[in-house]
Each structure stands twice: as structure tokens, then as C-alpha cells.
């Protein structure tokens, strides 16, 4: 498209995807799920009161404060940051594929 702002990238793989990219990429797509998913179900449905189990607290704008188990508690902090590290991981991959040209990229 002429004038056009965006300048879309494309790769191709003469040899197919390689399989590390496509593990990447499920894991990095499921992470962003369950994390959605978690967050849809804290702010509707957690427990608002601690409990022996529900002992994790998360705070919502406006004072909303919501207990969940620990384990749910630590991976939605470290699943958050954990997928700025799968993105630049997928990153890295396809510089690294493109160096070693496995790669091609088209514009």
C-alpha cells in the first residue's frame, strides 16, 4: 500500500519452522492465556476474605483487595514478567535463525 506507515516482516523457512520456535511460541501463547484467564477469574470470583488456603492477596485499582492460593498468587506475578522473556526469547530465535540462514526474511 503506498504511504503506507507499517512495514511488515516476514520470514521464511526453507526447511520448515524449527521445532524450538513453534515450543516457544506454544508456551509463550499459553502463559498469555492462563494469565488472562487468572485475571478474569480473580477479579470476579476470588475469595475476598483470607482463608488457610486462599492466603496469597492481590490488590485491583480501587481498593479491591483478593486472596488466592500462593501457588496462583507467585505464577501470575512471574507468568506476567515470564512473557516479556518468552517474547524476547522468540526474538532472539529469529535473529539467530536469520544469522545462521535458516531463515529468510521477506519484506
Known amino acids: 500500500?503506498?504511504?503506507g506507515h507499517g512495514h511488515r516482516v516476514n520470514y521464511d523457512f526453507p526447511n520448515g519452522t524449527p521445532s524450538l520456535l513453534k515450543v516457544v511460541f506454544a508456551v509463550f501463547f499459553t502463559n498469555t492465556a492462563t494469565i488472562l484467564a487468572l485475571g478474569f477469574?480473580?477479579?470476579g470470583w476470588a475469595p475476598r476474605q483470607p482463608s488457610a488456603y486462599y492466603s496469597y492477596a492481590i490488590r485491583f485499582k480501587g481498593g479491591v483487595v483478593v486472596y488466592v492460593p500462593q501457588a496462583?498468587?507467585?505464577y501470575?506475578?512471574?507468568g506476567f514478567w515470564g512473557g516479556f522473556v518468552l517474547l524476547a526469547v522468540i526474538g532472539l530465535l529469529f535473529w539467530?535463525?536469520?544469522r545462521t540462514g535458516r531463515a529468510?526474511?521477506?519484506r
Do not use: A, N, T
Request: no cysteine; charged share 20%; glycine share 12%.
Open 1 to 3: 500500500m503506498p504511504g
Open 41 to 43: 477469574w480473580e477479579s
Open 72 to 74: 496462583i498468587g507467585l
Open 76 to 78: 501470575d506475578v512471574w
Open 96 to 98: 539467530y535463525y536469520e
Open 104 to 106: 529468510v526474511r521477506q
